[in-house]
Structures are given as C-alpha cells and as structure tokens.
C-alpha cells in the first residue's frame, strides 16, 4: 500500500499550486482522503478532508475559500488546488487515507511561498 503525493515546489505569495495524490497498490474509493501539512516546529494539522464519494468535504477555516480538496476515484487520485498562497502555508503537505481501523500516509511534498 503506497500513497504517492506530489505537485509541491516553490511558489510567490498569492501564486498557485496543485497537489495530487495517487493510491498504489490499493483502491482508494472506500478510503475517506485528507491532506495534512506540517510546518518547521509546529505540529501536523489537518487541512482539507473529502468523503469516499467526494459527496462531502470540509476545510481547516486558515484555509477555507482558497482551498479545494477532489478526487478522481477511477483514476485512483486525490487533489488539493490550492490558490491565493501565503508564506504562512509553507509546509510538508501529507495524503492521508483512512477506512475504519486502515490508515495510510504519504512521504510529503515540500510546497514552499517565498518571494
């Protein structure tokens, strides 16, 4: 089971990027997928959550509005569009898979805002 995250790299305050995370070596569609962020000496916080059908979603509020989680179920991907960014949002950003006691996690992608 492997969680595969990539699309990070560095970005200028109010640019653009777009995260993906593909499941390998199992099928994501029961899985509940989230992504996480962890900043240099703070802990890992939740960022953005979408149910196994994509039919619902819900957002940390320091992202909300600037975020946008979605999935691609028979494309065994989840996504994280994320606009307007701040410097404040740099962190390692982490996919997430969790199905009753099944838990799995992505290496990271580095996504850095820096003029």
């Known amino acids: 089971v492997q969680l595969v995250e990539s699309g990070g790299g560095l970005v200028q305050p109010g640019g653009s990027l777009r995260l993906s995370c593909a499941g390998s070596?199992?099928?994501?569609?029961?899985?509940?997928m989230s992504w996480y962020r962890q900043a240099p000496g703070k802990e890992r916080e939740l960022v953005a959550t979408i149910s196994s059908t994509g039919g619902s979603t819900d957002y940390a509020r320091s992202v909300k509005g600037r975020f946008t989680i979605s999935r691609d179920n028979p494309n065994n991907t989840v996504f994280l569009q994320m606009n307007s960014l701040t410097p404040e949002d740099t962190a390692v950003y982490y996919c997430n898979a969790r199905w009753s006691w099944r838990n799995f996690w992505g290496q990271g992608t580095q996504v850095t805002v820096s003029s």
């Open positions: 070596r199992f099928t994501i569609s029961t899985y509940a």
